[in-house]
């Protein structure tokens, strides 16, 4: 009998907001997969860190952050490889993802290249989307809104077409795309209407003023939310 691969969302960066369900399999599984970069900690693997207990085999799975998708594809082909042998050997495996792993999670990569093969169960998890909204305290849809998640390294033609659509925006993945964005959306007038929150739930979370962020200083783990009436319950 083979093992089971879980995908365990663990939300946005607090430890307190994983889901009980995701905490219990993390504490059964003895073996602990997790994203990080090429150097450095991983991001996903701290956020679970205050609930590891005893001991497991861990296997860092290093995405390379470039613009090309081939070495990213590349790295989580080796890393399939690497967590069928486990599952072959009846071992579960756990892998952690950020927010929710079928919300921009880097997992679902994973689950596209060993799911066909072998038991899969997905965990759901505090979407960064919803962590944003509550740190604001800015409800992000009411009665019948449509809400536009939007990637911010869309073409800026393509944000304001889908801006202009909507009633309610969430714009992603800021980053080095943060000035521009900010320029499309004073143009549109909206800028009394939207509000920034960098690392939401973490412990340097920053809330600013768009019009107050510096010039090309916004991380990737930023966002940006607009709701046309400004509050969703008007």
């Avoid at 038991?119 to 909204?133: H, K, N, Q, R, Y």
């Avoid at 305290?137 to 073409?155: C, F, G, K, Y």
Wanted: glycine share 6%.
């Amino acid at each position: 009998m083979t093992g089971t691969l879980y995908g365990l969302g663990i939300g946005p960066g607090d430890p307190d907001l994983i889901t009980l369900k995701a905490l219990k399999i993390l504490q059964s599984t003895k073996v602990l997969a997790y994203p990080t970069l090429e150097e450095g900690d991983s991001l996903a693997r701290s956020i679970v860190a205050p609930h590891l207990t005893g001991e497991r085999t861990e296997i860092p799975i290093r995405i390379p952050m470039t613009v090309d998708r081939k070495p990213a594809q590349d790295a989580y082909d080796v890393a399939a490889e690497e967590l069928k042998k486990h599952l072959e050997q009846g071992q579960d495996v756990s892998v952690l993802c950020e927010g929710d792993p079928f919300f921009y999670g880097s997992f679902m990569y994973l689950f596209g290249r060993i799911a066909e093969e072998y038991p899969v169960e997905v965990i759901p998890g505090v979407s960064s989307l919803t962590a944003c909204a509550t740190a604001l305290q800015a409800p992000l849809s009411a009665r019948n809104d449509i809400l536009t998640v939007l990637p911010a390294p869309l073409e800026t033609s393509i944000l304001r077409s889908r801006i202009e659509a909507a009633d309610s925006v969430a714009i992603m993945k800021v980053g080095r795309h943060f000035d521009r964005v900010r320029t499309l959306i004073e143009e549109m007038q909206l800028m009394d209407k939207a509000q920034y929150i960098e690392r939401a739930t973490l412990e340097n979370q920053k809330i600013l003023a768009l019009a107050d962020v510096p010039a090309n200083a916004a991380p990737y783990f930023s966002m940006i939310l607009i709701h046309k009436r400004g509050q969703a319950w008007k």
